[in-house]
């Protein structure tokens, strides 16, 4: 990869979109990950935005293929069947006509539809406007699902039921909160990741046990949010996912007012407030980052991950706020090859090479600096995009990276990842 120029890097990864289309939605990667992913295809359609915004907005109504008629957006959907994926739908056993997993992921849908929206109107797309109204539905009604399903108590932060809805699997974060969930499954677990990956880079089978305890729970409560809000026994309010809902809220108000549809511009704005108030709440000024809290144990959860960075896309910093902030990140970055990895470096939880735990990520990193670009910490985004740019410059378009010393890990040719390049690559 190392030789080429940024156009032929920038024709690869368009090539990895087109080899990861199964018509009209992208899969992660081949093998690895053969179905549509909720939080994957939200960042791929503003990739597809660069340079085929029809593209873009299909993506997108394929992921809402999917959506319950209770507005969740699942975190997958299982288009076309494939026996190299565990779980797969037998196991979730859900009911919606296409078959779907029963859990969510990061709500990155009002951000991309925002992005794609503004590409076609860039590109004088007549049909834009329509395209947008559809899917700006879509994403109000999950936006709705997420306050009554995962904030009951309206304190302005979204729960998340399961690991996995996190996007961040085995992370650190979790580690306290998961060990209190049983091993014990009435699923016979069959894992396939570790046929297609090293296993020293993937979740340890005793994680997948207890991931898949919790889908037994919660299909035992027939997916009905009520009875798995009161049966779940891993309840985490936290602050990656809070950040990105927010944040889509804010850009869903920008098409409101576009789209000429005043109340929704009002409930919009009025869920955005709460969201941005529970959001300011979680601030540490000991730790200078943002903490997630812990709904069944009720204690705040201090693990340094990248997810208490990302509130920054959502919330203004004061002045003190945004140097501590900025301080921590570089602290962060030390002496690493390519930052910011998912977890501090000097934290006993920190493993360089195992998938949430150390490694970065493309896409947080498009996050990270988004949020900073956001607080006025220019700089400091462009050193975290074109560090990103740059590591997949030597390393491909991998999943992840090992930021100690740049090596490019997990699957390869990995849609999200050939996306941030596309949208980086403008910008360093
Ligand atoms: C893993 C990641 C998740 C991602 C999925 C597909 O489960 O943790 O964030 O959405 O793979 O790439």
């Known amino acids: 990869m190392n030789d080429m120029t940024r156009p032929d890097m920038a024709k690869a990864a368009r090539a990895i979109l087109a080899r990861n289309d199964r018509g009209g939605y992208t899969v992660p990667t081949e093998r690895l990950y053969p179905f549509q992913w909720n939080w994957d295809s939200a960042f791929v359609a503003m990739g597809f935005a660069t340079f085929d915004v029809d593209r873009a907005y299909r993506e ?7 959506q319950w008629d209770d507005g969740m957006i699942p975190h997958i959907v299982f288009h076309a069947p494939s026996d190299t ?5 037998d196991v979730w056993g859900t009911r919606h006509r296409i078959p779907t997993s029963g859990i969510t992921q990061p709500p990155v849908f009002g951000m991309a539809l925002r992005h794609v929206h503004e590409a076609a109107v860039a590109a004088g797309d007549a049909g834009a406007a329509e395209r947008t109204r559809k899917l700006f539905r879509n994403a109000l009604r999950s936006h709705r699902w997420w306050l009554a399903a995962r904030d009951p108590e309206g304190t302005g932060l979204v729960a998340i039921l399961h690991p996995w809805e996190s996007g961040s699997d085995n992370s650190p974060a979790w580690d306290e909160a998961l060990a209190r969930v049983p091993t014990t499954t009435t699923t016979a677990i069959r894992r396939k990741d570790t046929g297609h990956v090293d296993p020293s880079m993937r979740p340890r089978d005793v994680d997948y046990q207890r991931f898949i305890h919790l889908v037994d729970v919660y299909r035992d409560c027939g997916w009905d949010p009520a009875k798995q809000w009161k049966a779940a026994p891993f309840k985490v309010a936290e602050v990656q996912m809070t950040a990105i809902l927010a944040r889509s809220t804010r850009d869903l108000i920008d098409l409101a007012r576009r789209l000429d549809l005043p109340d929704e511009t009002t409930e919009l704005t009025s869920m955005a407030e709460t969201l941005e108030k529970g959001l300011a709440g979680r601030w540490r000024d000991d730790l200078s980052r943002f903490v997630s809290r812990d709904l069944v144990s009720g204690e705040d959860i201090a693990a340094p991950t990248q997810a208490g960075f990302i509130p920054l896309i959502a919330v203004m910093l004061d002045q003190s706020q945004r140097k501590a902030v900025d301080a921590e990140i570089a602290h962060w970055c030390e002496g690493m090859a390519v930052g910011v ?4 470096p000097s934290a006993p939880a920190f493993e360089p090479r195992r998938y949430w735990r150390g490694p970065v990520w493309a896409v947080i990193n498009w996050l990270i600096a988004d949020g900073l670009r956001h607080n006025g ?7 975290v995009e074109r560090g990103t740019v740059q590591a997949m410059e030597r390393a491909g378009f991998c999943e992840y990276f090992d930021p100690t010393t740049g090596e490019g890990l997990g699957g ?4 999200w990842t050939a996306a941030a390049y596309l949208v980086l690559n403008r910008r360093s």
């Not at 990895?341 to 501090?344: K, L, R, Y």
């Open 60 to 66: 997108l109504e394929r992921l809402a293929e999917g």
């Open 85 to 89: 994926y565990f779980p797969g739908p």
């Open 341 to 344: 990895p998912s977890t501090m």
């Open 377 to 383: 910490l220019n700089d400091t985004a462009r050193r």
């Open 412 to 415: 390869d040719t990995f849609s």
